[in-house]
């Protein structure tokens, strides 16, 4: 713990040392002139120098203690994919749709828009991880709808765009149809 407080103090001092001797823009009676405030360049470039090789041997301490109480420690585990899926879903029932995009996908984001208020209570009556698995269609939970694959959900967002009436297009025969009398008898201001 110390040699971490000690690369922080070492990184604020190299900040400081950086900030000190960039130039600064000083008034000179007539023009902006550029002047470090701080001692000569080269003193400068120097201390700035010494707090870098200060601050790698402070990394790499810290990085040695650090690494080895990790190899000690056990592995903690890491989290599962069903129950981010499920509490993602459990924030979009929520409400919160920010940042459920990223962990869900589009065919689970569409199946959790389509049920209605009761089957999302049925739904989101169960833990984090259930809800997971009933998403990736691991273990389904058998009041409810089942979700849509990948493939079967494209499937079917194609067919219903294709369902779709494609709009009428529009020919105009006249270009300046629309436009203000005065705008189709004079000509453009870098023409006249």
Known sequence: MRSVVRFVALIMKAALAAMAAAPKLVWDGVRWVARSLSGAPGQAAAAQAEAVAEIQAAAAEAEQDLAAPAAAAPAAPSADASVEWGQAALRFLAGQRRGVEGTLDEPALAYLGALSSEQQARLAAHPARRIGEHLLRERRIASLPEPE????????????????????PVLRVDPWAGLPREARSRPAPAFA
């Open 149 to 168: 694959d990948m493939a079967t959900w494209r499937r079917a967002e194609i067919e219903r765009l294709c369902r779709q009436p494609l709009p009428e």
